[in-house]
């Protein structure tokens, strides 16, 4: 809750729980991806952060609040990264922000551990002519204290057609994949790609060529096992991964796109998670 009218907004039906988030306070609001976050594992040097990246808006649109009438309508969004150390009790958030001015049109990010323990967060770009040539693209950066700073934003060889995308390690393989529209101009041909340093990206497998917007990746657990182990690798599926994504006729569809021809690689930490488990 903030003084900005946040608190105004009633949600019914949701169990909800609130979190000790004070930089709130600065700003109208702030939105979770959308998609997952992560709690980073044993190959990063803070096991057990959860590390989360947020959208926001420094002036509150209309709809988000009861007090619309004496509110501009203009939004003005940024990007952030927020982490817990201590089970989501409290939260901070990364000294990097994007852009740093708080003005643009960087929008929904997403973010996943890299193999080697880094954190990189990966972000939808608006029509921007200077940055991204005119046409929609996405930027991303590399965090390697867990989240809490990151190096400068640079455009990847993703292209988009303005939507939301999804990023996840898959640790069998100690790869970075990522799914969204595969084009310029509609949210349709959804693809599965992967990546080894999260900038330059190979396809993977088209997950469907028809309608294909807003998506969520997964890690399966092997056939016999109810969920994914360890972020390590022992007992995730190494041959598959799970896509919710929005399809044709507004429904939600699950995927499930093969991943085992990917050819697993090593992390400059050495780490490598064992390809044992084939469904």
Not at 115 to 126: A, E
Not at 170 to 188: D, E, G, K, M
Not at 267 to 278: R, Y
Request: charged share 15%; proline share 7%; hydrophobic share 35%.
């Amino acid at each position: 809750q903030a003084e900005d009218g946040i608190r105004d907004v009633a949600v019914t039906g949701v169990q909800t729980c609130a979190l000790p988030i004070s930089f709130l306070g600065q700003y109208a609001g702030i939105f979770p991806g959308p998609g997952n976050g992560v709690v980073l594992s044993k190959r990063s040097k803070f096991p057990g952060r959860y590390v989360f990246a947020g959208w926001g808006v420094t002036t509150l649109h209309k709809r988000w609040s009861s007090k619309a009438p004496q509110r501009p309508v203009v939004e003005t969004n940024y990007d952030v990264v927020y982490f817990s150390d201590d089970g989501g009790k409290t939260y901070s958030t990364s000294n990097t922000r994007w852009p740093a001015n708080m003005t643009g049109i960087f929008d929904e990010p997403t973010v996943a551990e890299t193999r080697n323990g880094d954190v990189v967060i990966n972000m939808r770009m608006g029509n921007d002519a200077i940055l991204c040539g005119g046409k929609h693209c996405r930027f991303a950066a590399v965090s390697t204290d867990g989240g809490r700073s990151f190096g400068p934003a640079a455009p990847t060889s993703l292209i988009s057609p303005g939507c939301q995308g999804s990023m996840m390690l898959h640790p069998p393989s100690n790869r970075v994949l990522f799914s969204n529209p595969h084009t310029l101009s509609a949210r349709v041909n959804g693809v599965l790609q992967y990546s080894e340093d999260a900038k330059t990206w190979k396809m993977v497998e088209t997950i469907d060529s028809g309608t294909f917007a807003y998506s969520c990746l997964s890690l399966l657990p092997v056939s016999g096992t109810k969920t994914p182990g360890s972020a390590d690798g022992a007992s995730i599926n190494a041959t598959h991964v799970g896509v919710l994504y929005e399809g044709h006729s507004g429904l939600l569809l699950l995927a499930r796109p093969s991943v085992g021809h990917i050819s697993p690689t090593y992390g400059t930490n050495g780490i490598k998670s064992p390809l044992v488990h084939q469904d």
